[in-house]
Every structure is written in C-alpha cells, then in structure tokens.
C-alpha cells in the first residue's frame, strides 16, 4: 500500500502547471547576446535485484533498499553566448545531479567555453572552434540533453572515447551534408602520477541528406510535432590515443580507446524515430575488450488542442554488450551512483512527454526495465522529470 500511494504522487508530477519560457536577449548594432537557462527537476523511483535476488538500490549503485523516491536536479544549466561579425562565443555553468542519493554534492562546473569564427564560400561554410568543448561526434553523447525523447539519453552514451575537452574543430557545412574533424586533448586520468607523455583525442564525422533537395534536419530527438519531413545518416570515428590511466589497484598504465558508430534521424510531421549503434575496443597492456551497443526508438506527437498540450508517447529498445568476448553474469545493474543505463543486458523504455511550450516547458514520464546478459538480475525504474528553459 506504501509503493502505491508513492507511486501515485510522482506520478501526479505530470500534472505540474504550465510556464511559458521567456527568451533573453540582448543586442546592439554590432554585438548579440544572449542568454539561456535549463532547469530539469526529477522524481525516480527504482526495484532493482541483483542476480542472486537481494535487494539492490540502482541509485546508490549498491546492495540495499533504495528510498521510496528520490527527488533531485538532474540538470542545471546556465550560458551565454554573445555573436559578431561572423564570431560566436559561448561560456556554459552546470550544476548536475545535485542531492541525488549517493551524490550529494552541489557544485558549479564549468562545461563550455569555446569561440568559433564562421567563412561562407557559396553554398559551403566553414567553421572553426577553439576551446572547451564536445567533439561533435557520436550524436547519442552530442544531441541536445533537453530535447529527449526519453527522460535519459540513449544506451549508446555508455561508449565514447569522445568526452568535453580542450581542442579544436574544422566543420563544413551544406545544406545537405556535414563534415567535421575535432583533435582535442585526451583523458590523461592518471597523468598527475606519471612522468609518461600523452596523447591526444581524434574524431571525425559525416552526416548527409540522402534525398536530392531535402536539407539536414536540426539534430534532435523529437521534432514534438513540429511538420516537416528530414531524413539524415551518419557516420563517425574516434580515437583516444595514449592516454595515462590510473588503475583501481593504483599502478600507472597507457591506454587507449578507438570507438566507429553509425545512425538514422527520421522526421515526418507528428513522428520522430531516431536508431544508432556504436562499438568501442579498448586497448591496455593487460587486455582488449570490445564493446558495443544499439538503440532504436520513436515517439508520435498528438495536439490536443482543448487543453493546449501535446502529448508524445515514446519507446525505445536497447542492446548493451560492455564485453563482446564473454557472456556476462553481471551481477547488478550499475556500481555506478549516477548511471541512467545498465551493465551488459538488454533494455526496454516507455515513456510520455507534455508539452506545455515545446521543449521549453514540458513534463516526461519514462519507465526501463532492465535485464541483465547472463544473470538473473534485474532493474525497474520509473523517472518523471520535469524542464523549464529559457
């Protein structure tokens, strides 16, 4: 009766009242600026087992009840970015995760910060970007975090040798087809312990319109009902080379990541359907170990124009194999404190999205389950999540 009642009153989430964004901008004859904000506010709720039955919190990433419900920030952002003459800047603040259990922590980090100078040639431009930013590649890691489909990101996220980093970037633009080379420093996580040199990180991406005339769709994953038609397909590869790891048992050893994926964004009017996967090797002196995983979803947008809402329902299906090689008897979830995916197994997504005003105010309720590859455990978790941006 307690799980009842509890479930009820997240669920009564959906129903927060509507807000509408206010867009923020300033500028005078030569200088743009603006300023934006993202506010994802979450209730999660998880029964999860581990493969010999006991209880275990998907939270924590440990043995254990989790809370009834756990209500946290799942993203803050705040940025600015400021255009001229061809130029764009852009610094972004995040504070993400705050007071979810097993993470307590508040503080305030410094994602982006990056200028760009943009050269038009014809039908072509050419953009080139310096500083703190993600490589643009593997577009389930790259897409915009407040425009899911789901309340969490694709279960190809779990394999980038791509993360935030301090580099540059050469993109060619056309209307039907983009290419981009990102070279950026890499992970160099145990480098504070090692007088051994680094690396660097490589990546680079094609993405094209295969039908004559029609342009690259913007990159989402919902279109929340917005007409149109677009179809894009994608390749990329990457390589972290020669980065200096720290190991769990404290010895210093050079490793590095090559990672390829492959996608399809597909767009007509009310639908949205997005399929990707993605395999990584990881080389170390000790071993190889390839890993892969695939994501298909979709999701239908229904006006509802009595109430002045539309509503999406969505799934999605996920395969994810973090060792090739070997059939896995993982035994929980994730040891993980902040993970949104599950060891080797397979994962089943259900969710519906509110749309107030758009994407910039909106209420997603999504339910996984999870099993594991060769092991009795499992995962249930329900997320209801809602977002107000400006």
Do not use: C
Request: no cysteine; net charge negative.
């Amino acid at each position: 009766m307690r799980r009842s009642t509890l479930t009820l009153s997240v669920l009564g989430l959906a129903f927060a009242p509507a807000a509408w964004s206010i867009p923020v901008s300033l500028a005078d004859s030569t200088v743009k600026l603006d300023v934006g904000a993202v506010m994802q506010n979450r209730a999660e709720m998880n029964w999860a087992e581990d493969s010999k039955g006991n209880a275990f919190d998907v939270n924590r990433g440990k043995l254990g009840e989790s809370d009834p419900v756990d209500f946290y920030n799942r993203r803050a952002r705040l940025t600015v970015s400021a255009e001229r003459e061809g130029w764009k800047g852009l610094i972004s603040f995040a504070a993400d995760n705050a007071d979810k259990t097993g993470k307590k922590e508040r503080a305030v980090d410094l994602v982006y910060l990056w200028a760009a100078k943009t050269i038009k040639t014809g039908s072509l431009s050419h953009v080139i970007t310096v500083g703190q930013d993600q490589p643009n590649v593997q577009p389930a890691y790259r897409d915009p975090s407040s425009q899911l489909l789901l309340p969490v990101p694709r279960a190809t996220v779990l394999f980038p040798s791509a993360y935030i980093g301090y580099g540059a970037r050469y993109q060619l633009n056309h209307k039907q087809f983009q290419f981009s080379v990102d070279v950026q420093n890499n992970r160099d996580q145990g480098k504070v312990d090692s007088t051994e040199t680094d690396g660097l990180f490589y990546g680079a991406r094609l993405v094209a319109s295969p039908i004559p005339g029609l342009a690259l769709p913007k990159r989402t994953e919902s279109f929340a009902g917005e007409p149109g038609m677009g179809l894009a397909i994608g390749i990329d590869g990457t390589m972290d080379h020669s980065h200096v790891l720290k190991e769990s048992n404290g010895s210093i050893v050079t490793a590095s990541y090559l990672s390829g994926g492959a996608d399809i964004l597909f767009h007509m009017d009310n639908l949205t359907a997005v399929a990707d996967a993605r395999i990584q090797k990881f080389y170390r002196p000790e071993n190889k170990v390839l890993s892969y995983a695939v994501s298909v979803q979709a999701g239908y947008a229904i006006p509802v124009a009595a109430a002045g809402i539309v509503l999406e329902p969505a799934l999605r299906g996920s395969i994810i194999d973090k060792d090739v090689d070997v059939d896995e008897a993982v035994k929980t979830y994730s040891s993980s404190a902040v993970a949104e995916h599950g060891n080797s197994g397979y994962e089943g997504e259900v969710g519906l999205n509110i749309y107030f005003k758009g994407h910039s105010n909106k209420v997603q309720i999504g339910f996984q389950r999870w099993e594991a590859e060769a092991s009795d455990a499992s995962a249930n978790i329900l997320r209801v999540q809602h977002q107000f941006s400006f």
